[in-house]
């Protein structure tokens, strides 16, 4: 199949590349002319503009938009759909808030132009590894882009069948599901962030105690000074706590143990905020993801008014003083 691929950054990039790998063509945009020269030079089809971009797509077009969330998509998918036609598909593989893909799916109704979301999950592994897959779409725009998300798919690869799975739908053992309508692909990858911000803490913090566990606090015979990368490693074997996250943990201990290349500010992306947003609006308790969130919260500031308050409040009842 033919797609157009705008937005060729860390992610974009890769999934062009990884469909031109199984014969897909690919034309390509960027603002970035080098990322355009690149993709050239791996075989796609470049474009200077985004006129030049529309053109360069066969009747019915399929443009993937993987840029940011927020101004530039908005504005990205606003200027291709006023150059598109009736018949031709517009697909945000980005990490818009589903409630977006909603309203545009609608906006584009009238003037015959499909929406498509897709939730991607792969991050700079992608190209090798293969990418899941959360997608909402009418099915049968679904069907009709299905070559490309299962080229973009991990397939089966070596993991074990799920049992009991007889009758169940296949795609999603490949990698790749219709989750629903507009907005549905981006509320599932919505809540697999927020649930990766769980997990993610989880680590983090088990990991700080096995590292705190050598602690003057600690009775001297209770005092171990534990290999933390040795553990993630040994716990990557066998452990019900393995994972790709415990993975991506053990190679970057291994390279240093005291993670000393990092500040410990750590960013949110929007998910995580837009997934209790979504437990609070559906009145489903969600006390691990909150927690992970805002430690990312805290992760920013040093000696914040609330711990002031704090000190405050254990000086004044009990004469607790701030060690210095």
Known sequence: MQLG??????MGGNMARRLMQAGHTCVVYDRAQAAVDALVKDGAVGAASLDEFIGKLTKPRAAWVMLPAGAITETTIAEIAAKM??????IDGGN????DDVRRSQELLPKGIHYVDVGTSGGIWGLERGYCLMIGAPEPV???LEPLFATLAPGKGDIPVTPHREGHNPTSELGYLLCGPAGAGHFVKMIHNGIEYGLMQAYAEGFDILRGASSAERAPELQFKLPVDEIAEVWRRGSVVSSWLLDLTATALAQ???????TGFVEDSGEGRWTIMAAIESSVPAAVLSASLYARFRSREQGTF???????????????QEKK
């Open 306 to 320: 609330a711990d002031k308050m704090l000190s405050a409040m254990r000086a004044g009842f009990g004469g607790h």
């Open 256 to 262: 240093d143990r005291d993670l000393s290349n990092y």
């Open 85 to 90: 036609e009736p018949g031709d598909i517009i």
């Open 96 to 99: 818009t808030k589903y409630t």
């Open 142 to 144: 679904f069907k009709q």
């Open 5 to 10: 691929m705008i937005g060729l950054g860390r």
